[in-house]
């Protein structure tokens, strides 16, 4: 990936606001935990793991210049912020509790010692994250036959996580392994995710892609054309029920009516397992704008009625196998990811 979503520069955070492409590559630089937590919130930064990221590099900054009781203070009241930010993905509240840890195994160090080890923490989390997608990406490519389209909804590339990508990792690896692979990318309403962001980075790689609107992804399943579909997630529940970006329900119906793998691409930090299914995730309601307006000019009447809910939740008899770093799962899941879960703790 020619363009990186965040990293840590001389204690400050820098990230493109993913908000404007394609049409601009803007960086943002951040100070401190407060803007990282509005970068969250306005999406200048989003995808699950990006954001878990994000949040362990905030919590460094919002412990700087403290330690003992102050620091904790400071830690607890900026973990709450940033968790109310986006609460449907888990690697966000992963992460902040990672960072915990390193806080409470830390207290009695200096500030500047402090600082230091809390600052390393987050930056070996942002390495984590690209070494655990290659992983991920290596598994998905054998899934993958030498000549294979893929229809793919959101992004789950670079820009949603440390620089490489989940579902769009697994096309990388297939590329580096010398398979042909060309990507149907849905749009991806209302945020346009697939066709801003997705295409924008397959572009930047050189991988095929073709966008197509939400609404014809079942005339084109229907045509044989598409081999498998891949996508992300923010949260797996334990028996394998997987929330994804609004659209991705409809999608894993369609694949199994027209007899097509749904595979999802899940690194193990977004796998819940205290969260038994899928009616235990919490979805988050976007702001009305989002569908009322195109480009700040209004597209609905004034004051209509508005349901706008980020993610919905695919049961898991509709997912043929969750693609993790440690390897693929497939039903029944509660045995499965449990396994693949506890192997990474060992």
């Not at 892609?209 to 045509?223: C, E, G, K, P």
């Not at 989002?290 to 706008?308: C, H, M, Q, R, Y």
Request: glycine fraction near 6%; include cysteine.
């Amino acid at each position: 990936m020619l363009v990186k979503t965040i990293e840590w520069h001389r204690d400050t955070v820098r990230m493109i606001d993913q908000r404007l492409l394609p049409g601009r590559e803007v960086i943002r630089t951040y100070h401190d935990y407060r803007g990282i937590a509005r970068a969250i919130r306005s999406m200048v930064i989003r995808g699950a793991p990006a954001i878990g990221v994000a949040a362990a590099m905030a919590m460094a900054l919002a412990i700087r210049r403290s330690a003992g009781e102050q620091a904790r203070a400071r830690f607890e009241r900026a973990a709450a912020i940033l968790k109310a930010t986006r609460p449907t993905a888990v690697n966000l509240s992963w992460a902040i509790d990672r960072m915990r840890h390193v806080l409470e195994a830390n207290l009695e160090l200096n500030p500047e010692r402090l600082y230091r080890r809390m600052r390393d923490e987050a930056i070996a989390i942002y390495h984590e994250d690209i070494e655990v997608n290659r992983a991920l990406g290596r598994h998905g490519a054998e899934l993958l036959d030498s000549k294979v389209n893929i229809l793919t909804h959101c992004n789950a590339g670079a820009l949603a996580t440390a620089g490489y990508g989940t579902a769009l990792g697994v096309v990388r690896a297939a590329r580096e392994a010398g398979k042909a692979v060309r990507v149907f990318a849905d749009e991806t309403r209302p945020f346009l995710q697939g066709s801003r962001l997705t295409a924008w980075e397959l572009r930047k790689d050189r991988v095929p892609v073709t966008i197509i609107a939400d609404n014809m992804a079942a005339s084109l399943l229907r045509t044989g054309e598409i081999d498998c579909v891949i996508v992300g997630t923010d949260r797996t529940a334990a028996n394998g029920d997987v929330a994804n970006k609004i659209g991705t329900y409809p999608l894993a119906v369609m694949a199994q009516r027209h007899k097509v793998p749904f595979y999802v691409a899940a690194p193990l930090s977004s796998i819940d397992l205290t969260c038994a299914s899928g009616e235990e995730i919490p979805i988050e309601q976007r702001p009305a704008t989002e569908l009322t307006e195109f480009a700040g000019k209004s597209i609905a009447p004034t004051g209509v009625d508005v349901f706008n809910p980020a993610f919905d939740v695919t049961p898991a008899e509709l997912v043929t196998a969750i693609i993790t770093e440690r390897g693929i799962a497939y039903p029944p899941f509660t045995k499965s990811l449990a396994q693949l879960k506890h192997s990474s703790t060992e």
